[in-house]
Each structure stands twice: as C-alpha cells, then as structure tokens.
C-alpha cells in the first residue's frame, strides 16, 4: 500500500509544481509582449489538440463511431454560435441516442 | 477605488457564466462519481480516489493513473503516465496567472484550480474582470463538485454504470468545443497554429505515450503571426 501512497504523494507534487509555474513568475519576470502573445495562443492550441484527440481517439486508438459524431454535432452547433448548453447537452445526446441504437 | 461602490466589481457574477459552469460542474461531478466507483470497484481503498482527487486534481492524469495500478503496471509507470497528461498544466497556469490574481494566497490556491476547463472558461472572456471570475467561479465550482463525486462514487459504488451511456465522454470535448470555437473562429493567427498542431497531435497519438500528442502539437506555433508578418 505504500507503494500506492507514493503514487499519490509524486503525482500531487508534481502536478502542482506544474500548475504554480505560472502563478509563480507572474508578476517577478517581464515577459516580452511576443512571449505573452505565444502564451495565451499555446493555450488555445493545446486546448484544440485535446478537443481533437478527445474526440477522435481513446487509449491510441479510434474511439468508433458515437463520441465522434457527437462532438462533430457540438462543433457544428458552437460554430454557428448556439449556447453553450445547447452545445454539450447535443453531443451528449447524439452520443447516447448512437450508443442506445446499438452504434458504439 | 473598493468599498465605496455599490456594486462589488470584483466578481461581475453573470448568469450565463454561473449557468455554463453549473453545467460543467454536474457533467464533471457525474464524471467524478464513476472516478470513485471504479476506483473502488478495482481493489483500491476508499481513501485513494479521495485523497487523489484533493490533492491530485486532475481528472484525466487520476484516470490513467488509477488504470495502471489496477492493471498491475507498478507505482513508476502510475505516477510517470500521469505526470506526463499533467506537464501541460505547466503551459495553461502561465497562460491564466495574470487572471489568478496577485495575493500570495491566490497564487497559492489558484495553481491547484488550473485545469483544462478553467483555462478555457477563462480565455472565452473578453475583459480582464471577466475573466477573473470566471478562473475562480469554474475552479472553485469544478473542484468542490468533482471531489464531492469522487467521495459518493467511491462510497456508494457503481450505482450509475457505465457514464458513456449517456454520452459524456463526448461532452467534454463538446465544453472545450464550445468555448474555443468562437477564438478559434475571429482569430486567424490562432488557427493557423491550432490546426495544424491539432492534426500533429492526432498522426502521433497511436505511437507515442497519453499526454505527449498535446504537447508536441505546440510545435503549430512556429506558424502563429506568420501571415501577419507576410502581410506587415
């Protein structure tokens, strides 16, 4: 069991030391307004990426047909400007309506 | 500049914002419940998927590292899989710091609310207020909701079955769909590196380890301003 404490202990470190590295420098180090930009920038690419893949894949492989088209469903929803509950409640209910007619 | 007004600026608490996080917040509490069912379902004590989920707080890298303990993977292997699903934590609390406030307290507790949704909550924003309390609305929300699920999964069990019955792991992506479609959208500089990074990160997915896709698709922005400079 000390070995699942362990587990804990470093992922918890970790990943805070992670999340502070912001928080941190802000404030103490001038980044350079190209700097700035290139940030908020790699966050929107970075959340774009995990939109993908969360869409697309599931542990290195496809993830089949239903959560594929239900996120399709949402970006077709949120592009043309539907609200946001609209959005994730319709990729849901794509999703489940798929799976409950037997398409995984 | 405080006090004497009437209305608090401090958190300009908009209805739609608190309905959208409310609304994230009960897709990531069911998520949580099923973190703790299966947790438990798998031979691990109550206390790990609790305690995980306090300090750990991290969704995806809780999944994957609770997927190889009860796969027999061993302790490095847990930790290792989920550090490297977290790394991008690094790149999104730089991104949102100036919104987190400057108090050491709030720079202390509002690292630990950094996640994928916040950050996305918060740059869907247009002012420097906004975006304030969005960080903090959707990183308080997210984590007392996710943590109180977490301890009902694990406690109760698996009473809710199998969530992708109803649709939420298309979800997810559909909330970050929601909230970066529309920068995504108006900005051109943006997608120019989105999108091609995106479509890196999905050609390695099958070859290189969780987490790794993410990161390498931050390579789309050596293609960010590249039109703007063409066009200067």
């Known amino acids: 069991?000390?070995?699942?404490?362990?587990?804990?202990?470093?992922?918890?470190?970790?990943?805070?030391?992670?999340?502070?590295?912001?928080?941190?420098?802000?404030?103490?180090?001038?980044?350079?307004?190209?700097?700035?930009?290139?940030?908020?920038?790699?966050?929107v690419v970075l959340l774009v990426a995990l939109l993908a893949t969360g869409a697309l894949t599931e542990g290195g492989g496809l993830a089949g047909w239903a959560?594929?088209?239900?996120?399709?469903?949402?970006?077709?929803?949120?592009?043309?400007?539907?609200?946001?509950?609209?959005?994730?409640?319709?990729?849901?209910?794509t999703t489940a309506a798929l799976r409950a007619l037997g398409i995984t | 500049m405080r006090s004497a007004q009437r209305t608090p600026s401090l958190f300009p608490l908009d209805p739609e914002l608190l309905r959208d996080v409310s609304l994230v917040c009960l897709a990531g509490g069911i998520v949580g419940v099923s973190f703790g069912a299966i947790a438990v379902a798998g031979g691990l004590p109550v206390w790990v998927p609790v305690v995980m989920s306090l300090v750990v707080y991290a969704g995806s890298a809780q999944f994957s590292a609770v997927g190889?303990?009860?796969?027999?993977?061993?302790?490095?292997?847990?930790?290792?899989t989920g550090l490297l699903l977290n790394t991008r934590t690094a790149a999104f609390s730089l991104a949102v710091a100036e919104h987190i406030g400057r108090g050491r307290l709030a720079r202390l507790a509002g690292a630990h609310l950094v996640?994928?949704?916040?950050?996305?909550?918060?740059?869907?924003?247009?002012?420097?207020?906004?975006?304030?309390?969005?960080?903090?609305?959707?990183?308080?929300?997210?984590?007392?909701?996710?943590?109180?699920g977490v301890l009902v999964g694990a406690l109760a069990g698996s009473a809710l079955g199998d969530t992708a019955r109803y649709g939420l792991d298309a979800a997810f992506p559909a909330v970050l769909a929601a909230l970066v479609l529309p920068a995504l959208r108006?900005?051109?500089?943006?997608?120019?590196?989105?999108?091609p990074g995106a479509a890196l990160a999905l050609a390695v997915t099958p070859v290189v380890p969780a987490g790794v896709p993410v990161l390498l698709a931050l390579a789309g922005l050596v293609l960010h301003g590249r039109g703007r400079r063409r066009s200067a």
């Open chain 1, 1 to 43: 069991m000390s070995a699942t404490v362990a587990v804990v202990l470093v992922l918890a470190v970790g990943t805070y030391a992670f999340r502070l590295v912001g928080p941190a420098l802000h404030g103490r180090v001038e980044l350079p307004a190209r700097v700035q930009e290139l940030l908020s920038a790699g966050a």
């Open chain 1, 67 to 93: 959560r594929p088209a239900g996120v399709l469903t949402a970006g077709a929803l949120a592009w043309r400007g539907a609200p946001f509950a609209v959005v994730v409640l319709g990729a849901a209910a």
């Open chain 2, 68 to 80: 190889v303990l009860l796969a027999g993977g061993g302790p490095v292997a847990a930790a290792a």
């Open chain 2, 115 to 148: 996640t994928d949704e916040t950050v996305a909550f918060t740059l869907a924003q247009h002012d420097p207020a906004r975006r304030r309390a969005a960080f903090w609305i959707s990183g308080l929300g997210m984590f007392a909701v996710w943590n109180a």
């Open chain 2, 186 to 195: 108006k900005d051109a500089d943006v997608r120019r590196a989105a999108l």
